[in-house]
């Protein structure tokens, strides 16, 4: 890895497998050797950035009394000069930090935890060099996208050794080479864990380690185009990972769902979906009944709502729904029958939707458009509200404008995303949804786009949030429709919205 010369370098791994300080390596170098100025990108600025500079590049820096001298000034955290050259250090969330900076090499560390839409800002500090270099590293986190996205695309190159006891070229994969033994992480047999060779099925004892991977060697199993390099491993090859503990790792996964996430992708480094944190093509037909979108004109029944999120095109999503009786959470409530979903180019055609259907109640994304969001929801005032999600939000509550009605915030409301994604897209779990024969397949596409993973808080403690591995627009317009339900009970139960059009 360390010899690379790709143009672009993805380093898809477990946690802890030194991957970061090949990074810092391939840094030094180009800023020493090669006089180059570099930007080190981690996630966010604080306390990446900070904590990076004081346990991984003054360590470093102290071990080498030659890099020691080759850096004038090492007090700044963002900014460090050696020579001619600046090494920049970066949080990927700052968009003013990645501007005004000319680099020739750049390294993404924890890739899978950047904001996607900083990404091309930061690669874009690279347009004005004609000799460049990227690298790309992070513990994957689902199939697809991220990190597992750029390492499909490259060689896809594993770490292949010699069996001492067969002699033929292997790997350490997971699950063949991982024998599990116990019951349980607390099973007295668990300890009995142990490597194999997937070849001959002999063990490879964890302490021989630093012998038999001594003869190993990087062997490209993907696409052959050498511009695009990318390196696989996994905590099987750690020397400080013995197999106990792996297999330790993947009984506590078996109970619980962040376990899980965190075994695949910080111990495997494997991208992986937990069981039901993606809507599929199952639960999909499971909720189609036989009606049309055309056979469902505004009735006496039901409330009717609808949502819509904003992009290119206008994604709409019209409801009614049968509440079994009020309570404090009407949506756990609720059956809800979807009457038609589609996308329109502008808001007058949102205008003759309304007109159309009816809906009690509207929630809108408040972003992009936030001018024209608003004009729209002051025609219709009450019936429209714009939404923003939260920050700090817990649960289900629902942050409402306090102004008067004249002034923009009153049409605001704030959630915590995660939550009603939950509910919005539950539904097709717990089977409390209908959707038409003739559903679209963008509808389809865009529902089975967000995938519930699991992060750690500050605290160490699981934290759920969705991730969009394509287009995403019905899912948002299907959550701003479940956000109009509690609005619509509140403020305008039983009434007849015509009055108000």
């Not at 996430?261 to 069981?275: L, P, Y």
């Amino acid at each position: 890895m360390c010899d690379s010369e790709a143009a672009h370098n993805v380093g898809q791994k477990s946690a802890q497998m030194g991957f970061t300080v090949v990074a810092m390596c391939r840094t030094f170098f180009k800023i020493d050797v090669e006089r180059q100025n570099c930007l080190y990108l981690l996630p966010t600025k604080t306390p990446d950035a900070t904590d990076f500079s004081a346990t991984r590049f003054d360590p470093m820096l102290e071990l080498s009394p030659h890099l020691e001298k080759l850096f004038s000034d090492v007090k700044n955290v963002a900014t460090k000069r050696a020579g001619s050259s600046t090494l920049y250090i970066r949080g990927a969330n700052s968009r003013s930090g990645l501007k005004s900076i000319p680099v020739a090499f750049l390294v993404f560390d924890e890739y899978d935890e950047m904001p996607e839409e900083n990404i091309p800002l930061a690669l874009e500090r690279m347009s004005g060099q004609l000799q460049k270099q990227v690298w790309a590293i992070s513990t994957p986190t689902v199939p697809g996208w991220g990190i597992n996205k750029l390492f499909l695309a490259s060689t896809q190159e594993h770490f292949f050794f010699e069996c001492p006891a067969c002699s033929r070229e292997t790997e350490l994969i997971y699950p063949d080479c991982l024998k599990i033994c116990g019951n349980s992480a607390i099973d007295p047999d668990v300890l009995k864990s142990h490597l194999i060779c997937k070849e001959c099925q002999a063990v490879l004892e964890h302490e021989a380690k630093a012998d038999f991977l001594s003869t190993g060697h990087w062997v490209p199993l993907g696409h052959k185009d050498y511009q695009q390099r990318g390196f696989y491993i996994n905590q099987m090859y750690s020397p400080t990972v013995s197999p106990v503990e792996l297999a330790k790792a993947y009984h506590l996964s078996l109970s619980d769902q962040a376990a899980e996430q965190e075994f695949h992708n910080s111990k495997i480094g494997d991208a992986h979906i937990v069981d039901g944190a993606r809507i599929n093509d199952v639960v999909i037909d499971a909720a189609i009944k036989n009606y049309r979108k055309t056979d469902n004109q505004p009735a006496d029944n039901g409330i009717v709502t609808m949502g819509v999120d904003i992009g290119k095109w206008l994604h709409f999503e019209v409801a009614r729904w049968f509440p079994k009786h009020i309570g404090n959470d009407i949506n756990a409530l609720s059956e809800c029958v979807v009457l038609c979903e589609g996308k329109v180019a502008d808001f007058d055609e949102l205008d003759k939707l309304m007109h159309e259907w009816r809906p009690i109640q509207v929630v809108v994304d408040a972003n992009p458009e936030r001018r024209k969001a608003y004009e729209f929801a002051m025609r219709f005032h009450p019936h429209v509200k714009l939404c923003l999600y939260g920050k700090g939000m817990a649960d289900k509550t629902m942050q409402l404008g306090s102004k008067g009605h004249n002034d923009p915030h009153s049409v605001l409301i704030q959630v915590d995303r995660t939550s009603w994604m939950d509910m919005a897209l539950g539904r097709f779990y717990r089977k409390s949804i209908a959707l038409p024969i003739d559903v679209s397949h963008e509808y389809r596409e865009h529902l089975k786009s967000p995938v519930r993973v699991y992060e750690k808080d500050r605290d160490g403690n699981p934290v759920g949030k969705y991730i969009n591995t394509s287009a995403d627009h019905f899912a948002h317009a299907r959550t701003y429709n479940e956000l109009a339900l509690p609005l619509a009970v509140s403020i305008a139960h039983g009434q007849d919205i015509a009055k108000f059009l």
